[in-house]
């Protein structure tokens, strides 16, 4: 079945590491997107990226850091220097380019140790 | 950035109930979405709009993409237990990039 697929569901990192969340489509879509999503809030952008080997950076992008090797693939790095405890992660991918909606992966739950 | 507003907060109704939620928004959007939410799960598409005045039902929801292009209103019919859940508006602006603008979202209660 074509979609898209996070992993982990559950994370958890210690203060002062590096983690990476995988978010890999088999949809062949351009674009892809990493969002936070906090309770009550709507969903804040990241990094977006249109095409491969290419991304831009969201309304919230400090303290993160991505890569787009591959259509299929872009991993999102959540680094030391982002200090905001437990959040949900999601990532979606669209085919690219105006009115074209974007579809969700299931999500993964990053925790602080 | 920009702001949707997305009313109401939350919602409390009985099965069976009518339900109706909107976006708004002092900008053009080019497309509304709708998705729902369930806990612990990613967004899922429910209906999406792509012109002024657009009226796109799916089963027993309905939206409507407002003529002005600054707002967009979901209507849930008879309403069932399993419609519990996060509803979200997402628009992408006139003139903007492929991203997306959401709201807040309308979280929703059915009471069998």
């Known amino acids: 079945d074509g979609g898209i697929t996070q992993s982990p569901k559950y994370l958890f990192r210690k203060e002062g590491q590096n983690v990476t969340l995988s978010c890999e489509q088999n949809?062949?879509?351009?674009?892809m997107y990493w969002y936070r999503q906090d309770p009550g809030q709507g969903l804040r952008l990241i990094y977006y990226?249109?095409?491969?080997?290419?991304?831009q950076k969201g309304d919230i992008a400090e303290g993160y850091s991505v890569s787009r090797e591959k259509k299929e693939s872009f991993p999102l790095t959540v680094t030391s220097a982002q200090k905001n405890p437990t959040a949900f992660f999601l990532c979606a991918s669209s085919i690219g380019g105006p009115n074209q909606p974007q579809h969700f992966g299931d999500g993964t739950r990053l925790s602080i140790l | 950035g920009q702001q949707l507003n997305q009313s109401p907060q939350s919602m409390f109704i009985q099965e069976g109930e009518d339900v109706s939620m909107n976006c708004t928004s002092s900008?053009?959007?080019?497309?509304w979405l709708w998705y729902k939410q369930d806990p612990g799960e990613g967004p899922v598409l429910l209906i999406a709009?792509?012109?002024?005045?657009e009226l796109t039902s799916n089963g027993r929801l309905t939206a409507q993409f407002g003529i002005t292009r600054k707002d967009s209103f979901l209507n849930i019919s008879a309403s069932i237990p399993s419609d519990v859940g996060i509803y979200f508006c997402?628009?992408?602006?006139?003139?903007?990039?492929?991203?997306?603008?959401f709201g807040k979202g309308t979280k929703l209660t059915v009471n069998p």
């Open positions: 900008s053009i959007f080019n497309t």
């Open positions: 990226s249109q095409i491969v080997n290419d991304f």
């Open positions: 709009l792509y012109k002024a005045g």
């Open positions: 997402a628009g992408q602006l006139q003139g903007g990039s492929e991203k997306l603008v």
């Open positions: 949809l062949n879509h351009d674009a």
